[in-house]
């Protein structure tokens, strides 16, 4: 599993008490979001689902910020002294197992944080915690215009194995399936693992 000690982000279990947050951040990541609803059945009663939230982790502000989440703190830091909150969320993700196949059934970043490693660290974390569940392969659907997550798809090897015709409600586009090779193979651990020390890298603090 990712150690995030070293990093500006961490990943934990979604909670009931992080669902508005998380319909927050689905509402303008969505055109058809989820309901908070929706969410509180998924952590509440549905055993087959695993669910996490991203948060940037909480530093010691000791000299003038000069980074966004080193702002962030010290801007928390001084309105929540006596009862200081937790760290906001910027991201989460979850997916379905179903017998030996890991589901990804949602993945989203809040605009502010996109394309600072939050989904991929997301990403990583699922196919991890999907090994550990038991799945072989880890699979998802994703629109045939959204290029820019089928890029990190592909980057964790993904590949396209068929189309969901007219998939989504909103406005009838089709949607990829994409699924990994099997999770749990010596060859595709090396590539997690050397996508993980790029990515340390990337958000070490």
């Not at 997301?122 to 072989?136: F, P, R, Y």
């Not at 880890?138 to 990190?152: D, F, I, K, P, Y």
Request: aromatic content about 10%; proline content about 6%.
């Amino acid at each position: 599993m990712m150690d995030y000690a070293r990093l500006a982000f961490m990943i934990e279990p979604m909670t009931p008490q992080d669902v508005d947050a998380v319909v927050e951040i689905e509402q303008v990541a969505f055109t058809a979001p989820w309901s908070a609803q929706a969410y509180d059945y998924e952590l509440r009663y549905n055993q087959m689902a695993r669910y996490y939230v991203a948060r940037p982790q909480k530093v010691a502000v000791v000299a003038p910020p000069n980074t966004w989440w080193q702002k962030l703190f010290a801007l928390k830091a001084q309105s929540n002294v006596l009862t200081p909150a937790p760290a906001p969320i910027v991201g989460y993700g979850g997916f379905w197992l179903m017998v030996d196949e890991a589901h990804i059934s949602t993945i989203a970043s809040a605009p502010a944080f996109r394309r600072c490693g939050v989904g991929e660290l997301l990403l990583v974390t699922m196919i991890d915690s999907a090994a550990q569940v038991g799945a072989q392969v880890v699979t998802l659907e994703v629109r045939v215009s959204n290029v820019g997550a089928q890029a990190l798809y592909r980057k964790y090897a993904f590949e396209v194995v068929g189309m969901r015709k007219r998939y989504y409600s909103d406005n009838g586009e089709d949607a990829l399936i994409m699924t990994t090779p099997p999770i749990t193979t010596a060859e595709y651990q090396r590539l997690v693992q050397e996508l993980k020390a790029g990515l340390i890298t990337r958000l070490s603090r």
